[in-house]
């Protein structure tokens, strides 16, 4: 019998098959400038992981201004409509078969690492941690509170953050450290608001050459 932590998650990936069509039709203005939070720490020709990239739009936003970009995502929909938009294969894989080392600057995971079960993201930091070259970033995005469900309503599993409970996230991932957080208010949720992290891969000492 599967789980149910993973049939929901397997239920998000099909939900965003059957409909991202739909959400494709959303202007590429009503999106937020988050990339703002993580183009302070990057160089020219820096090279961008999105990570659950949707379909395509901050891959896309990065690519334009000038960085290599890759881009993943569990929904082949969502693959098909980014590797339209962006020129290039983009790769259909769920957070646990990430498998890259060391080939990244920079990791972005915007509003994606929420839909896996808390109990899950320890494994999918470290092989975001691998997939870094040595002190490079990682920028994740949560729906900030405690919950974790099944939201039927928006036709996903979602896992909110707050910041102790990502510190015990990170606690078996220690190489990476959290070094900003912020927050933006939830436009189509009154009261609630996202919280932004940026952390950054340490160089441990032993290896620090």
């Known amino acids: 019998m599967i789980h149910q932590e993973a049939l929901y998650c397997q239920k998000t990936i099909d939900q965003y098959d059957r409909f991202i069509d739909e959400e494709e039709a959303v202007p590429s203005d009503r999106y937020p400038s988050w990339e703002k939070f993580l183009l302070p720490y990057l160089k020219d020709g820096d090279h961008i992981l999105d990570l659950g990239c949707g379909t395509g739009h901050y891959a896309l936003t990065f690519q334009r201004l000038g960085f290599q970009v890759s881009a993943s995502d569990a929904s082949i929909a969502c693959c098909r409509i980014a590797s339209e938009k962006l020129g290039m294969p983009v790769q259909s894989l769920r957070f646990d078969q990430l498998s890259d080392v060391a080939l990244y600057d920079a990791v972005w995971a915007c509003c994606s690492l929420l839909h896996i ?23 994740a995005s949560f729906m900030e509170g405690d919950e974790e469900e099944w939201r039927e309503q928006l036709g996903s599993f979602m896992a909110n953050m707050t910041e102790d409970r990502m510190q015990t996230v990170l606690s078996s991932v220690p190489v990476l ?21 940026l952390m950054r891969k340490a160089v441990l000492p032993e290896t620090d050459v």
């Open 177 to 197: 450290q959290i070094i900003h957080i912020a927050r933006t208010p939830c436009l189509y949720i009154d009261g609630r608001q996202w919280i932004h992290f």
């Open 117 to 139: 079960p808390r109990r899950a993201m320890p494994d999918a930091f470290s092989r975001i941690a691998t997939a870094l070259k040595p002190r490079g970033y990682v920028y």
